[in-house]
């Protein structure tokens, strides 16, 4: 308790060792070498690093004592303060009450910091701590002078809202870790809209993210051993802290839950083949940590069966477009073979007339077709043209459009090349027959 209070409050809040007959704090005796002794713990209730002014605070000291020893010296700022009660009581705080606080005890080592502050304002965001390591609760109260009601409350981090409530002025968040780092304000309505002072939180890691590495070099060859690590590195001041660790390939578990850091796969095989990745945690579970993926692979084996079922889609559309590709071409080629032909008969004739024109049965004459393809229209009898009334002149040409006159031998594309084909031209009494043509491919 601070020393403005009167002798006789003094003595009723004060505890004094049985073992000390003064007000004065001998240190402990050092530890012996390689010890390292427990630190002691600050508590305060409650439990708010800020206060307003004219509030009142009692720090609690923790830590190993002997037998029958309560006492706890104290200090403010690096100075020894003249209580030695393991608890320290403001009764109504002043701006000289804020400072960092320590305690110890007869066999501990000093506490952490606590930092204390006394503010005088309308609005008060109270944190239960401003140093967090990561797995710690985090609880903040958006508070008001003399304990106003005050609602619409709003908490931001690094100026940025992210909780609203009506009416409750508190918050917790039970799991930090480095995310919730930053500077924490809040604002609420109460005769008017007021906004607090900003708060600086830190969170500290408790062990860095791990990282998997394989003892030999990859690829691996098939056969060889290798073991994987999940390597991490703890905080100084928590060598004590036991990790799990976990192993997956993919979205599988290879090796469960395990105080063990490392996964050996004695002879590697195809189907070890995937992308391994690990996970670190606390014991219970409030901290995870995940690695990046390390792709192991094997040289000398098959593809393991999931590799297969992303590479099969892509075969299957493959062999389908190769087989429309080739479908598409052979009935392009059946189609050009099966199109229609013009033959073109120079004439020689008097004034324009009108004609008749078909193509007969070649057999019916007697005669037979000269030029390349011609054995092959032996064997095929031609069908008949559909009769055509056609103009010609006497210096033109006529244009007879056969529309299936199969040549499968002709060419579709190039010069023209003269064919003889018997042919019935009729015009009243007139008729000519046995007319060289030539026939050239068209679209019908």
Not at 25 to 38: E, F, K, L
Not at 73 to 92: D, E, K, S, V
Not at 204 to 227: D, H, I, M, Y
Request: aromatic share 10%.
């Amino acid at each position: 308790m601070k020393h403005r209070s009167s002798s006789a409050v003094f003595s009723n809040i004060l505890q004094i060792s049985p073992f000390m007959s003064k007000l004065s704090w001998v240190p402990p005796p050092p530890p012996p070498p390689g010890a390292n002794p427990t630190k002691a713990m600050i508590t305060l209730q409650p439990p708010w690093v800020d206060v307003f002014q004219e509030e009142a605070v009692t720090l609690q000291c923790e830590g190993p004592r002997q037998p029958g020893d309560s006492s706890a010296q104290w200090f403010l700022n690096g100075t020894a303060i003249r209580t030695l009660t393991p608890r320290y009581y403001i009764i109504g705080a002043q701006a000289n009450d804020s400072g960092e606080y320590r305690c110890q005890t007869e066999l501990s080592a000093p506490s952490e910091p606590v930092q204390l502050q006394a503010h005088r304002d309308w609005l008060l965001l109270q944190v239960s701590g401003r140093v967090f390591t990561e797995g710690e609760p985090l609880t903040m109260r958006c508070h008001a002078w003399k304990n106003k009601i005050v609602h619409k409350v709003i908490f931001y981090q690094n100026g940025k809202a992210f909780k609203y409530s009506f009416q409750d002025s508190e918050l917790t968040i039970p799991n930090t870790n480095v995310s919730h780092d930053g500077i924490y304000h809040c604002s609420a309505m109460g005769r008017y809209r007021y906004t607090s002072a900003g708060v600086s939180v830190t969170v500290q890691e408790l062990f860095q993210v791990p990282v998997l590495r394989a003892s030999s070099p990859l690829p691996l060859q098939e056969g060889s051993a290798v073991t994987l690590s999940c390597e991490t590195k703890l905080l100084p001041d928590s060598p004590a802290l036991r990790l799990y660790f976990s192993f997956y390939v993919g979205n599988k578990t290879v090796q469960a839950r395990n105080v063990s850091s490392q996964y050996q796969i004695p002879r590697a095989g195809g189907e070890d083949s995937g992308s391994y990745w690990c996970e670190a945690a606390t014991e219970d579970g409030g901290v995870r940590k995940r690695s990046v993926v390390l792709e192991l692979g094997v040289l000398g084996s098959q593809p393991p069966l999931h590799v297969w079922f992303h590479v099969l889609p892509f075969l299957v559309v493959g062999i389908l477009f190769l087989f429309g590709t080739i479908l598409c071409l052979k009935l392009r080629k059946e189609w050009k073979r099966k199109q229609g032909r013009t033959l073109e008969i120079p004439l020689s004739s008097g004034p324009v007339k009108n004609i008749t024109s078909y193509l007969q049965n070649y057999r019916h004459f007697g005669g037979r077709a000269e030029g390349p393809g011609a054995e092959e229209l032996e064997e095929r009898a031609p069908p008949k043209l559909q009769e055509t009334e056609l103009p010609y002149s006497q210096e033109g040409a006529v244009s007879l459009s056969v529309s299936r006159l199969w040549l499968p031998r002709l060419p579709s594309e190039g010069p023209e090349f003269p064919l003889l084909v018997p042919l019935f031209l009729h015009h009243a009494s007139e008729s000519f027959t046995g007319h060289p043509c030539s026939i050239s491919p068209t679209q019908s």
